[in-house]
């Protein structure tokens, strides 16, 4: 047995498990969407009607019981899904838009502009962040359009970082020169060699931004500065934990357990996403 | 080192004004920014308004009160909560201790068994031991942290009944000795800590890790193996110093994570540091307290990655040299 074929061989089975870890992510990550996009169809009940006596156990017209309120758990569940993946697109959005614009502006542009945004960037990024999003959220008020907004203010550097070094190494190969040399103006060279070459970047701060957001969406609610109004699961779970002596019975097995578990999972398969497409971007890493 | 030093006190500089500026960016009147229209402390009275915005200074020039609020930053007056009606660094300073201890022991416990785990984990890497610990630590270090530390809540608090459901320390305890009072402090520390450490370790762990094994592909490692040196010797002098650099140069962005987590876990925990004095604040939007709690924060991050930086280049020469210059 050489060592180069046992180098492919393990190259291969690398391969397979990056494979693995993009079908789970993508997998659960579509399970998500389909029911956020199926709500109306899967959800028995209207989230916001009062369809019970309030804190029923489970039962077959509650399957999940329901809440203080008496409202449905298993609705307000499945609607959840709607507002934590809505923001999580909104967010990843404006996030990946602002770090693109930055990032290839200062990438492309280079000199002062440059030193003076990544300065920018560095100050950005050496904040702590959550703090910066509670006050900026206390201040500007907690509708979701504002949670996304904020969310995409905070994140944006660290995608204009990465960005910016792609478009930087693209423009100093050879074959950018040449085009440059042949008169190719900015606007083509952008668009025909930077471009393609960042595309992998954009997909995969698309999914990195899309995970963090749902994250902070539901810490931003389960802190109490989430939109009131919209039923997400990080909202589920403060009212859950603001009833008195909720651990103390088994209430939170249906109350708490479920919404916590899907933040968690919808969480996980982005990350795993992430991983697998961060593993296809680099394949000289080893993970 | 001195540039460093220049940019930590102009990002210091932009937080403070960012405090000062952004309820005053804002439209409403000023003292929308000290009390919230909607909250019940609210006073309706335009006379009485007028009087709290000149006690408040708000009736003076922008340029004025900057200067005023400068000033009173650095010698630490921070205004006072609305909520409490006490000094917000008279809050701070009672706050600030329990965050500390959690966060500190957290990452130190985190770095110690990222450090050793992290190691064995590239040592054995592709055994079973290391796709488990791999496994467990994207889960551990991706998952909420509140949802983590709600599932010990339950199980080592409520169902076990092991372990203490919320609060820094008993409520009116009357202790015995300085023993007591220490034994039931860390009664207390152990679960949000354990959540805290559980997440910060997912990070540490898979960063030595992954480091480590990319030094283990290096060729002085073969060189090291070739002169025969033990394997203990190997692992430990040889590719684990290595690995300490990037681990060092983390840290600072852990401490960053550490009190992300810690403002959750002592909301989730009742725990009576910095997290739950913002939270709380929020709660009755008490701004003056909120600005305080993200400006020491802040302060204190930014100080973490500057004292991150100074000891990357002691431990690291090239660096150092770089950094000089």
């Known amino acids: ?287 | 080192m001195r540039t460093r030093v220049v940019a930590y006190l102009v990002t210091l500089w932009i937080v403070l004004s960012l405090n000062f500026l952004l309820p005053r960016l804002l439209p409403g009147e000023p003292l929308s920014a000290l009390l919230d229209p909607e909250s019940s402390d609210y006073v309706f009275s335009a006379e009485v308004r007028a009087a709290l915005e000149a006690y408040y200074g708000l009736d003076r020039p922008l340029p004025a009160q900057y200067f005023a609020y400068l000033k009173g930053a650095v010698t630490g007056d921070l205004g006072r909560s609305i909520r409490l009606n006490q000094p917000v660094a008279k809050l701070l300073a009672a706050h600030l201790p329990w965050t500390l201890l959690l966060t500190g022991t957290a990452l130190g416990l985190a770095s110690l068994s990222g450090l050793l785990g992290g190691a064995e984990a590239a040592w054995k890497r592709g055994s079973l031991a290391d796709r488990l610990l791999t496994v467990t630590s994207v889960v551990a270090g991706n998952a909420p942290v509140y949802f983590v530390g709600m599932m010990l809540l339950i199980f080592l608090g409520a169902k076990l009944g092991w372990l203490p459901l919320a609060g820094g320390r008993t409520p009116f305890a009357h202790y015995d000795g300085p023993l007591a009072a220490v034994a039931d402090v860390g009664r207390h520390l152990i679960l949000p800590t354990l959540t805290l450490t559980l997440s910060l370790l997912g990070i540490q762990f898979l960063l030595v890790r992954n480091n480590l094994v990319s030094i283990l592909g290096e060729e002085f490692m073969l060189v090291a193996r070739a002169k025969g040196l033990r394997p203990a010797r190997l692992k430990w002098n040889h590719a684990l110093r290595n690995a300490l650099l990037p681990f060092v140069a983390h840290l600072a962005a852990h401490a960053g994570l550490a009190i992300t987590g810690a403002v959750f876990i002592e909301t989730l925990f009742q725990y009576p540091g910095m997290g739950r004095l913002i939270f709380e604040a929020v709660g009755a939007r008490d701004y003056p307290v909120i600005q305080g709690v993200f400006l020491v924060v802040s302060a204190a991050v930014l100080t973490a990655n500057l004292l991150a930086d100074w000891l990357n280049g002691r431990l690291d020469p090239r660096l150092a040299e770089e950094v000089g210059r």
Request: charged share 15%; aromatic share 6%.
């Open chain 1, 1 to 287: 047995m050489s060592a180069l074929s046992h180098q492919t061989e393990r190259a291969d089975r690398r391969a397979s498990s990056l494979g693995l870890e993009i079908t789970l992510g993508t997998a659960i990550f579509g399970l998500f969407v389909l029911i956020a996009l199926a709500a109306p169809l899967l959800a028995p009940y209207d989230p916001h009607a009062f369809s019970g006596r309030p804190l029923e156990r489970p039962s077959v017209a509650h399957l999940l019981g329901t809440n203080d309120a008496g409202q449905d758990i298993l609705s307000e569940l499945i609607y959840g899904a709607r507002i934590s993946l809505a923001v999580g697109l909104g967010a990843a959005l404006g996030t990946v838009a602002l770090g693109l614009l930055v990032g290839a502006v200062a990438g492309y542009a280079g000199g002062l502009l440059d030193t003076l945004l990544m300065r920018v960037v560095d100050v950005m990024l050496a904040l702590p962040r959550l703090p910066l999003l509670i006050l900026l959220a206390a201040f500007l008020g907690s509708g979701l359009v504002q949670t996304m907004g904020i969310i995409s203010l905070l994140f944006w550097p660290a995608t204009a970082r990465v960005i910016r070094a792609q478009v930087q190494t693209v423009r100093q190969r050879g074959y950018v020169k040449m085009a440059r040399n042949f008169g190719g103006g900015s606007g083509y060279v952008l668009r025909r060699h930077i471009l393609p070459a960042i595309v992998p970047l954009i997909a995969f701060g698309l999914v990195a931004a899309a995970g963090r957001a749902v994250a902070m969406e539901a810490g931003l609610a389960f802190l109490g500065l989430g939109d009131p109004t919209a039923k997400s699961w990080g909202l589920m779970m403060r009212f859950a934990l603001n009833l008195p002596g909720l651990l103390l019975t088994d209430r939170w097995l249906w109350w708490l357990l479920p919404p916590g578990l899907c933040i968690t999972l919808l969480i996980l398969a982005l990350t795993y996403l992430g991983i697998g497409l961060e593993g296809r971007l680099h394949p000289g890493l080893k993970r």
